[in-house]
Nanobody
C-alpha cells in the first residue's frame, strides 16, 4: 500500500520561497498512469489543487496566475520523492499542504481531474514575519 509523507519548514517569511518534499513509500513515482499531486487548504477554505507531476515527468499547474507564476513541481526518482517550490510567498499562502497520488487523471490547459487515492497527512505552513 502506497504511503506519502510531506516534510518541510512550518514557518516561512513573506517574500521567501516555500519548499516541500513528499516522500513516497510502498510504490514508485514511476508507476505507469499515476500522477503525484500537491493540494492545500487554507484556514476556513476548501481544498485548492496546486499541480502535479505525472509518471512521465510532465507537470501541470493550477492555471490561476497567482499559483502558476510562482510554482514549480519536480521530482527525484532515485529517492522516490517529489517536490513543491513556491516563490514570493505571502500570508495568503498559509495553509495545510498535502501530497497525494492521483489515478485516472486527465489534464487540459485548464488543469487536471483525477482520483486522489492516497494522501499524506499534510504539513502546516505558516507565512509570517
Amino acid at each position: 500500500q502506497v504511503q506519502l509523507q510531506e516534510s518541510g519548514p512550518g514557518l516561512v517569511k513573506p517574500s521567501q520561497t516555500l519548499s516541500l518534499t513528499c516522500t513516497v513509500s510502498g510504490g514508485s513515482v514511476l508507476t505507469t498512469h499515476y500522477a503525484w499531486t500537491w493540494i492545500r487548504q487554507a484556514p476556513g477554505k476548501g481544498l485548492e489543487w496546486i499541480g502535479l507531476i505525472t509518471y512521465e515527468g510532465s507537470t501541470h499547474y493550477n492555471p490561476s496566475v497567482e499559483i502558476k507564476s510562482r510554482t514549480s513541481i519536480s521530482w527525484d526518482t532515485s529517492k522516490n520523492q517529489f517536490f513543491l517550490r513556491m516563490t514570493s510567498v505571502t500570508p495568503e499562502d498559509t495553509a495545510r499542504y498535502y501530497c497525494a497520488r492521483t489515478a485516472d487523471y486527465f489534464c487540459t490547459g485548464y488543469g487536471c481531474l483525477g482520483e486522489f487515492d492516497s494522501w499524506g497527512q499534510g504539513t502546516q505552513v505558516t507565512v509570517s514575519s
